[in-house]
């Protein structure tokens, strides 16, 4: 096939510094027994279903924060800022995608949302001068791993999806852009990301 030129990157997980571990950290710093907050958020009926409304932009963060600290038995105030306290960024994985941009290749963000008010996860990561194009999910009311969207993502692109890769750190989120054609990535650790990176666009990225 002719070479990859578009590069679509997740956002918590990939850019940053894993998400599960934040949470294990907010657990610990709430009193509540480790793998409370993503049970209840992933495995909870009304948590999954508040998250699921929170990324496709149909409530607010700040209701989101309500509603999911009463399942959890504590204060609302800014959950999800004190959920995601420990995120950092990933500066590997963010210094290979600006690799990769430098060679030609297009680079998107393609996130599901959280919302940005009061925290803003994305605040300080410049996506508009660092990427060519970005999609958070709660302006197009989908989100991952809902099928439609991935198609938004690559008209945004303006390219086939045998053209690009993609990279998230969720299984789930993979299958419905391997049916588009686009080659995944599931990332586990940033050194074997890059690696898989460099061989699939066929370019150094370090």
């Known amino acids: 096939m002719s070479r990859r030129t578009g590069l679509i990157l997740d956002f918590g997980g990939v850019l940053t510094t894993s998400v599960p571990a934040c949470a294990v950290g907010f657990d610990r710093r709430a009193g509540l027994p480790e793998g409370t907050f993503l049970s209840v958020i992933a495995k909870h009926p009304e948590g999954a279903a508040l998250y699921a409304d929170l990324e496709r932009g149909t409530i607010t963060q700040v209701e989101w924060n309500e509603r999911t600290a009463a399942l959890l038995g504590i204060d609302g105030t800014n959950l999800l800022g004190r959920v995601l306290q420990d ?5 590997s994985v963010i210094a290979a995608a600006q690799a990769a941009r430098a060679t030609g290749i297009k680079v998107g963000i393609f996130s599901n949302s959280l919302g940005t008010e009061p925290h803003d996860v994305y605040a300080g990561y410049d996506f508009d001068g660092l990427y060519d194009t970005v999609l958070i999910s709660e302006n197009y009311k989908m989100r991952k791993p809902d099928p439609e969207i991935y198609a938004v993502m ?33 990332a586990t650790d940033p050194a074997d990301t890059i690696r898989q990176l460099e061989a699939l666009l066929d370019v150094h990225l370090t």
């Open 154 to 186: 690559l008209d945004l692109m303006d390219l086939p999806g045998e053209a690009c890769v993609f990279v998230d750190d969720t299984a789930r989120n993979l299958p419905p852009a391997e049916e588009l054609g686009i080659t995944t990535i599931l």
């Open 87 to 91: 995120l950092h960024p990933e500066p």
